[in-house]
Nanobody, 125 residues
Framework: QLQLVESGGGLVQPGGSLRLSCAASGSALNYYAIGWFRQAPGKEREGVSCINANGRTTSYADSVKGRFTASRNNAENTVHLQLNSLKPEDTGVYYC??????????????????WGQGTQVTVSS
């Protein structure tokens, strides 16, 4: 049974950077597309990015295009999300999730079967 654990969150000033990691155990990660989501207090969980199983295709929400980059290392069973030029509105709990592939509805939570516990990202001066 695949399990996911996120790490790398923290407190950062506006304009700063963070690198989030999603580490998998229990199964090989290369069978899965990985989506990244975030949830701010009082708001719904929103899709941020999706990277397909072989890492060749990525999708991003308009709000993060050009600032966030997803990558993966299947040999290490790890997926990363690089967050640059962070803004206060990027604050939230960030989750990784595993699903079959990145398709048109990649930003919908129902596309993913397995979720990590989340890591907090706070952007504030």
């Amino acid at each position: 049974q695949l399990q996911l654990v996120e790490s790398g969150g923290g407190l950062v000033q506006p304009g700063g950077s963070l690198r989030l990691s999603c580490a998998a155990s229990g199964s090989a990660l290369n069978y899965y597309a990985i989506g990244w989501f975030r949830q701010a207090p009082g708001k719904e969980r929103e899709g941020v990015s999706c990277i397909n199983a072989n890492g060749r295709t990525t999708s991003y929400a308009d709000s993060v295009k050009g600032r966030f980059t997803a990558s993966r290392n299947n040999a290490e069973n790890t997926v990363h999300l690089q967050l640059n030029s962070l803004k206060p509105e990027d604050t939230g709990v960030y989750y990784c999730a595993a699903g079959p592939l990145c398709r048109g509805s990649w930003a919908e939570t129902y596309e993913y079967d397995i979720w990590g516990q989340g890591t907090q990202v706070t952007v504030s001066s």
